[in-house]
Structure formats: C-alpha cells, structure tokens
C-alpha cells in the first residue's frame, strides 16, 4: 500500500473535519445537550461570551490551513523516499508499532511544555501565545486557537523527527487523533475524570480538564499537554492544583448537585 494523491485528499479533508467533529461532539454534549445537567461539573461557574467562542473557531481554522499545509510537505517528503515512514507494520514488529505510539506522546509532550514555556516569555507571549489566552474559560473550540506562528511550532517538529524515527503511518495517524481528543478535553470547561484521580497513580502521570483550565485562568503553571510529569520535574505545577482538584469535588458533594460518583 502506499499514500497517493487520493490518499492525500482525504488527509486535507480530515484535518478540519476532525476538529469540528470532535470539538463539536464535546461541545454538543456539554454545552448543548447536558448544559443543566451537567452543570455541577463545570470548572469555572461562567459561561464564555459567544465573540469568544468564534474567535476560538477563527483561530482553529487558521492552525488547521496550517496543520494541512505541513501535511502537504510530510506527503512531499514522503514521496521523494527522505523519510522514514513505513507502510508495512511486520518490517519492525507490532512490539515496535506499540512503543512508537507511546514515543510520539512523551516527545511530544516534552515538545510542548518547553515551546509552551518558551512562548510565556513576556517579549514572546504578546506577540505569539496571547492569541490562545484570549479563552480565559476556554471552550472545546478553543483546542487549537493559536496565532499562526504558534500553529507552525506546534506542528514543526513531526517533519523533523519522520527523517529520524520510523514510524508507521498509522502510527501517525493515531497519534493525530489523541493530539486532537486530548486538546479538546483540556478545553473542556467541564471536568469528568473521576473523583480519586489526582490523588491515584495514574493522576500522577496524566493531565485533566482542570490542570489545563487553571492554565487558562492562572496564566502561569501548568505548562504540560498530555502529563503532569514535566511540570512536576520542573516545578511549574500550580501548587494549589491536587488541593483545588480535591475542593471541587468536595463542594459538589456539599451542594449535594446532582452528583451521585
Ligand atoms: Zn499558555
Ligand atoms: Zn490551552
């Protein structure tokens, strides 16, 4: 089998798509359908003005242009035989195949939090990052609402690191959909990861819908996508986060809303 110009068509195509099917999967659930119902889950009691909301989907927009343009340049590259992309996954073993998934989510999440940090620099951040900080209560449309240069960064290191590591090409396609769900969850506004988890082992690897959100609302913690581990490592955890985690369940249990977990 190989990638072809149909191939790539469809590519192009699922780069938007799959934002607003899966933004607006979240959205609808939360926003729409469960807005009452599920209420007593929301992070911060407010809802966002909807110019927000289009400026979060404007923003989108222009970081998937982006996100395909780089997609074309991956095919490109694909094509002239510069990359190490491979079709058949017997040529290095599922073994391989499994450990290549979890070595694309920890490179890039170590990517993230060092550009994520790096674009908090006070001569940076107004230039580049301010445009993502525009949600302070963020929505799932607010996944990938970067500046254009952001959008590049975000995406610049996968044409990189196909010349250097095999990877299968499903391998980078599922990769492309946990980028896209992760990002939506930490969008959220809402938090549904269960009561114990910032306190259980794996709470102590993995971000929720509130580690990112106290991003948005604090501005200057919580640097990590898919971890907390890098945070931890480099002391940028907000250190009112587990505390904060904790308190918001607690008071669902006060008000007595609903909550029956
Ligand atoms: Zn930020
Ligand atoms: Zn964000």
């Known amino acids: 089998m190989l990638l072809t110009d149909s191939y790539l068509s469809f590519a192009l195509f699922m780069i938007p798509a799959r934002y607003f099917i899966i933004a607006g999967i979240f959205y609808t659930l939360f926003y729409i359908i469960n807005r009452k119902r599920w209420i007593h889950l929301k992070i911060q009691n407010e809802f966002p003005p909807s110019s927000i909301i289009v400026s979060e989907i404007f923003y989108s927009l222009t970081t998937m242009l982006i996100f395909a343009i780089v997609a074309l340049l991956i095919f490109k590259l694909y094509w002239a035989d510069f990359t190490l992309i491979y079709m058949d ?144 490592i480099f002391s940028t955890t907000h250190h009112n986060y587990e505390n904060s985690y904790n308190n918001f369940y607690n008071k669902i249990y006060l008000d007595n809303k609903n909550y029956k977990g």
């Open 89 to 232: 996954i017997h040529q290095h073993g599922i073994p391989y195949f499994i450990f290549s998934l979890f070595l694309l989510m920890i490179i890039h999440d170590f990517y993230f939090y060092i550009t994520h940090r790096a674009m908090h620099h006070k001569k940076i951040y107004p230039i580049v990052h301010k445009v993502h900080h525009i949600s302070l209560n963020p929505t799932p449309w607010a996944a990938f609402s970067f500046h254009p240069i952001e959008a590049f960064i975000q995406i610049a290191w996968i044409p990189i690191i196909i010349l250097f590591i095999p990877l299968h090409f499903v391998s980078i396609a599922i990769w492309v959909m946990y980028m896209m769900i992760f990002n939506v969850i930490g969008h959220l506004g809402y938090e549904f990861f269960p009561k114990k988890f910032v306190n259980s082992f794996l709470g102590k690897i993995f971000f929720t819908s509130s580690f990112h959100n106290m991003h948005h609302s604090k501005n200057n913690c919580n640097y990590g996508l898919y971890f907390v581990i890098w945070d931890k």
